[in-house]
Structures are given as structure tokens and as C-alpha cells.
């Protein structure tokens, strides 16, 4: 991580789920940390609890005002991007598939072309998704060089933002040893400080407090369930090769699960009840829902192989270090609490099995 340290790093949507995360971490290296993002939804969201608003120079805006973020960039003058900002949720897309296109396709223009024009700008990180494979509900991982897809609006933006980035590296980049672009795809991400609608964790929290039953509406899908350090720890690994001058590193890059155990919703409801120490649970299908894929997986071999990457949490950590969050959010320094948690899982990456 020492490479990132005094190194002026723009993070769009630092003020979500995962970006609140990405951001605490590089302050622990050391960075000088700009934030460009909308404001966050909730006083409970981890960006708030951690007080990123005091320790960072933030600006609100959207990813959609072009004019806004040349400006950031050409003021700030960031060394590295991680493009976080998104409209993240399928079934959101389905309610706003103008603003899900225009914030995840466009957004993601946007910042591809401040990247381009901006000289002091040198590695710039897209973050999309596991869902921009096109899905034929195969229960093998996908690898980056299947066919991308998508058959609701945020798929589909997605796809299209790897799309995008690809044909910016192909025409500006793929010959300039000075700027380097790279897609990272994981999805189905769990921990602290989530609070989104229409995800299993947030509601699982949102009904026990309430002393509500969850309601599970597909018990039998499987996810690629991952902790949300995990794969933030997999794009700062290839940001940091790329600092470090190794080649061949760009292109799109798969971050999931080490397992090909599915996991399904029911169990990771029943462990959460287990691990909250309270709660109980009933399934109510819906035959009109919306549709989202029964099975995601993703094929991390690429990551393992280029880069020595692999997660080290099996599941019933990845369950401990979410609900711990919950259960001490109201009570404790939650940037804190966040540095320990991340301290935790540095231990546990260090301490890995390499073979």
C-alpha cells in the first residue's frame, strides 16, 4: 500500500457502500483522497458514521455534469481514478432505465474523456459488475472473455460501460505508457454501512431491528457472496502492479469467490439470524417479480494467475465481519471501527495460503 502514499487519488461515489470503504482504506496509506459523488442517502450510511466528509476534500455533484467534472479534474489534477459512481441496483433500473443509462454508460464517458485530456491523470479503474456477461444462468464462472450482455437496463449500462472503456484503451491508450485503464467486475457484495433497498443484507438488518420477519423472495438463487474488502482489495493489488510498472495488466479483471460452492439466499439469511443472535424469516414469492438471474458466478483464475489474487475470508467471516458492523454502529467510532476491521483482513490476506 506504501505506493499509494501522498499520491492525489479521485474516487467517484465515495460516498456509497463501496466507495466509503475504498476511501478509509487509502487513507490508511497515506493518500491525499478527492471525493466526487451525490450526496449520501442516509445519516446511518458508513460514509456519514465515518466522518470521510472531515478527512477528505469532497465535492457533491453528479457523474452526469460533464462541464462539473472537468473541472474537479482540472483543478484537482488526480494522479489515480477509481470510478465507483453508479446507479447500482437491477431493480432500481427497471423503475429508471433513463437515469440507470445515463449515470452508468454516460457517467462513465465522462470520466473516461477527463481521464483522456488530463496530463496529470496516469491510472484510471472502472468498476462495473458481475452481471455484464451475458447470462445464460450457467452454474461455471464466467471468465472476461465471454460475451458481455444484459437483459435489464443495469446490465446492460454496464455492459455497455465496458464497452466504452475498452474502445477508449483500443483507440488512446493500449500505445501510451503513460495512462493505463482497467475494467474490475464483482457484484453481490456484503459488509458494514449498506444500506441500499432490495439487497439481502440491508433488509435482513432493517426487519431485526424492526422485530420484523425478513422477507426472502428467492430463497434458491445463488450469488458470488463476497465481502466488500475482498474485491477492494483486488483493484488496489492491480492499481498498485500497474504503479509499479508491471505489463501486460491491462484489460478487464473478475474478483469473486475462491469457492464454487453456491451459497443461496436462504442459507446466507439463516447465518445471518444466526449471527445477529435474533430473527426469523418467511418466504414470499412472486410470480409478476421483476426478473434477476437465478445463478452468477465468476471465474477469478486470471486474478490468481496474473496477480497472485485470491480472497482469504471463507463465508462464515464474511458474515461475522458484516454483522459485526451492524451490531456496533450505534455505539462506537465507526471509522475505527472500520481501520480495525481492515487491519483484520490485512492480517488474514497476509497470512494466506499461496498454493
Known amino acids: 500500500m506504501s505506493v499509494f502514499n501522498n499520491k492525489r487519488i479521485l474516487i467517484t461515489g465515495h ?106 491523470s496516469k491510472l484510471l479503474v472502472v468498476i462495473t459488475t458481475d452481471k455484464v456477461y451475458e447470462n445464460f444462468e450457467l452454474k461455471e464462472g464466467y471468465n472476461e472473455s465471454d460475451r458481455l450482455g444484459g437483459n435489464d437496463p443495469y446490465s446492460a449500462s454496464k455492459a455497455s460501460a465496458e464497452i466504452i472503456a475498452n474502445a477508449y484503451n483500443k483507440s488512446y491508450f493500449i500505445k501510451n505508457n503513460d495512462k493505463k485503464v482497467v475494467t474490475v467486475r464483482a457484484g453481490n457484495v456484503i459488509g458494514g454501512g449498506d444500506w441500499s433497498d432490495n439487497r439481502i443484507i440491508p433488509d435482513c438488518i432493517k426487519a431485526m431491528e424492526n422485530d420484523e420477519a425478513i422477507v426472502i423472495r428467492n430463497p434458491n438463487f445463488t450469488r458470488p457472496w463476497q465481502h466488500v474488502l475482498e474485491p477492494l482489495g483486488g483493484y488496489l493489488l492491480l492499481a498498485e502492479k500497474i504503479l509499479k510498472g508491471e505489463k501486460n495488466l491491462t484489460g478487464a479483471w ?92 490485512e492480517k488474514k490476506w497476509n497470512s494466506r495460503d499461496l498454493n
Not at 449471527?275 to 414470499?284: A, D, E, F, M, P
Request: with cysteine; charged share 25%.
Open 15 to 120: 460516498t456509497g457502500f463501496k466507495g466509503s470503504w475504498l476511501t478509509i482504506w487509502l487513507l490508511r496509506s497515506g493518500a491525499q483522497i478527492i471525493g466526487y459523488a451525490l450526496p449520501p442517502k442516509t445519516e446511518k450510511d458508513n460514509y456519514c458514521l465515518a466522518g470521510l466528509a472531515d478527512k477528505i476534500n469532497e465535492h457533491i455533484a453528479d457523474i452526469r455534469d460533464k462541464d462539473k467534472l472537468f473541472r474537479v479534474f482540472k483543478e484537482e489534477n488526480p494522479e489515480i481514478i477509481f470510478h465507483l459512481a453508479a446507479q447500482p441496483l437491477v431493480l432500481d433500473s427497471y423503475a429508471e432505465p433513463l437515469y440507470t443509462f445515463e449515470t452508468n454508460t454516460l457517467g462513465t464517458t465522462n470520466v473516461l474523456e477527463a481521464f483522456r485530456i488530463n496530463n496529470s
Open 254 to 345: 473478475n474478483f469473486g469467490p475462491l469457492t464454487k460452492k453456491s451459497i443461496c439466499v436462504e442459507e446466507l439469511v439463516k447465518l445471518v439470524i444466526d449471527y445477529y443472535g435474533r430473527g426469523n424469516y418467511t418466504i414470499k414469492s412472486n410470480n409478476n417479480a421483476l426478473k434477476e438471474t437465478d445463478n452468477l458466478a465468476l471465474d477469478i483464475s486470471k486474478a490468481s494467475k496474473e496477480l497472485g489474487w485470491k480472497p482469504c475470508l471463507n463465508f462464515e467471516d464474511k458474515i461475522q465481519l458484516t454483522i459485526d458492523w451492524y451490531k456496533n454502529y450505534k455505539n462506537v467510532d465507526m471509522f475505527d471501527f472500520c481501520n480495525k476491521q481492515i487491519e483484520e483482513y
